[in-house]
Antibody, heavy 119, light 107 residues
Framework: QVQLVESGGGVVRPGRSLRLSCVAS????????MHWVRQAPGKGLEWVGV????????YYADSVKGRLTISRDNSKNTLYLHMTSLRGEDTSIYYC????????????WGQGTLVTVSS | DIQLTQSPSSLSASVGDRVTITCRAS??????LIWYQQKPGETPHLLIY???SLQSGVPSRFSGSGSGTDFTLTIGSLQPEDFATYYC?????????FGQGTKVEIK
């Protein structure tokens, strides 16, 4: 069965960096685009960005462009989110999600990892 | 970016009620609209794609309609397990956006 397991969250001071990971199993990882979506505590969903199946194409939300970077290592079935210059408004649960068929439908989601930006 | 506005933001309904949630896009998006359900403490669950196609395994009481800028999610007969927050998402642009969510609560 499809599984997505995020890790790397925690408490980090403003201005610092953090890298999140998402390990995939149960499907052919290198055939699927992958997304990051975040959700601030008690708030709605915010799309962060997407990386194509081969890592060659990436798109980002304007709110994170230049500070958050998505990458993937298909040899390790792992998706990454590199986060720099973190701000309080980046405090959220970060979910990785599989793109169903390249159409931007997110059909499987991980359980998420919480990032808290606080001094 | 394409903005999505859901209404209402929340509603109270009883088991067996017919419930309708709307999602309006800031520009025409064809049928490039998705609906998700999120229960408290859980991850979002894909319900409807391409505005009206039911995702495999989703009960038939859920249906979607609309095109262009106006879309609707209907729950034909609300069940106890349907109390949740529902989000629309557009897939028209390479920069995806979600609606702000509609919370369906028990009356």
């Amino acid at each position: 069965q499809v599984q997505l397991v995020e890790s790397g969250g925690g408490v980090v001071r403003p201005g610092r960096s953090l890298r999140l990971s998402c390990v995939a199993s149960g499907f052919t990882f290198n055939s699927y685009a992958m997304h990051w979506v975040r959700q601030a505590p008690g708030k709605g969903l915010e799309w962060v960005g997407v990386v194509s199946y081969d890592g060659g194409t990436k798109y980002y939300a304007d709110s994170v462009k230049g500070r958050l970077t998505i990458s993937r290592d298909n040899s390790k079935n792992t998706l990454y989110l590199h986060m720099t210059s973190l701000r309080g408004e980046d405090t959220s649960i970060y979910y990785c999600a599989r793109d169903k068929d390249g159409s931007y439908y997110l059909d499987y989601w991980g359980q998420g990892t919480l990032v808290t930006v606080s001094s | 970016d394409i903005q999505l506005t859901q209404s209402p933001s929340s509603l109270s309904a009883s088991v067996g009620d017919r419930v309708t949630i709307t999602c309006r896009a800031s520009q025409t998006i064809g049928t490039s609209l998705i609906w998700y359900q999120q229960k408290p403490g859980e991850t979002p669950h894909l319900l409807i794609y391409s505005a009206s196609s039911l995702q495999s395994g989703v009960p038939s009481r859920f249906s979607g309609s609309g095109s262009g800028t106006d879309f609707t999610l209907t729950i034909g007969s609300l069940q106890p397990e349907d109390f949740a927050t529902y989000y629309c998402q557009q897939t028209y642009s390479t920069v995806l956006t979600f609606g702000q969510g509609t919370k369906v609560e028990i009356k």
